[in-house]
């Protein structure tokens, strides 16, 4: 049975930084591609970073123009997204998805980031 | 802004179908298969139901459908039942790995 758990969300100023982790079991995370997705009440779902299984291939919509960064721990079977610069806007809760399909087939249960000064 | 288009709305009584459009530009539908729907009930994570524009994951009723037709993607849910209250959300895979979503429709089971 696949789960993911997300963690490391919290309240932090503006400008500063954050790191999520997603744990993950049932499966093993350097055999799929991981996807962050984040949900606003304002914007609803917004996919945010993806790594591919062979770890080469790293994507981020260009809006966040290189704030965010993905990786990926291959012997804790866990995905980060390392956050920096935060913004009130990027106010969210957070998601972690396994890649399937051109989309999102498994998702963890999400961790809430509070950017407020 | 999405540029992926939903109605923000939808609503049908029990046993009637419904569908929620998806409209977007050549840019999110030039993939002709990297076409995803989700659901969301309330307070939960969202749930792939349709993958590949017409592919249903194992466990989805086959009352959820998938279609594509030019720049439109749409979801119909057949013999609506009070338990797929939800918001729904379109998705496309737009090539280089990158993915935009639908802004969402919430559907009502009046």
């Known amino acids: 049975q696949v789960q993911l758990v997300e963690s490391g969300g919290g309240v932090v100023q503006p400008g500063g930084s954050l790191r999520l982790s997603c744990s993950a079991s049932?499966?093993?995370?350097?055999?799929?591609?991981f996807h962050w997705v984040r949900q606003t009440p304002g914007k609803g779902l917004e996919w945010v970073a993806f790594?591919?299984?062979?770890?080469?291939?790293?994507t981020y919509p260009d809006f966040l123009r290189g704030r965010f960064t993905i990786s990926r721990d291959d012997s804790k079977n866990t995905v980060y997204l390392q956050m920096t610069n935060l913004r009130a806007d990027d106010t969210a809760v957070y998601f972690c998805?396994?890649?399937w399909g051109w989309g999102f087939q498994y998702w963890g249960q999400g961790t809430l980031v509070t950017v407020s000064s | 802004q999405s540029a992926l288009t939903q109605p923000r709305s939808v609503s049908g009584s029990p046993g009637q179908s419904v569908t929620i459009s998806c409209t977007g530009t050549v840019t999110e539908f030039g993939f002709y298969n990297r076409f995803t729907w989700y659901q969301q009930p309330p307070g939960t994570a969202p749930k792939l139901i349709i993958y590949?524009?017409?592919k249903r994951p194992s466990g989805v009723p086959d009352r959820y459908s998938g279609s594509k037709s030019g720049n439109t993607a749409s979801l119909t849910i057949s013999g609506l039942q009070a338990e797929d209250e939800a918001d729904y959300y379109c998705?496309?895979?737009?090539?280089?790995?990158?993915?935009?979503f639908g802004g969402g429709t919430k559907l009502a089971v009046l």
């Open positions: 049932g499966l093993t995370v350097s055999n799929s591609g």
């Open positions: 790594v591919r299984n062979n770890g080469n291939n790293i």
């Open positions: 998805a396994k890649d």
């Open positions: 590949e524009v017409t």
């Open positions: 998705c496309s895979s737009t090539g280089n790995f990158s993915w935009v």
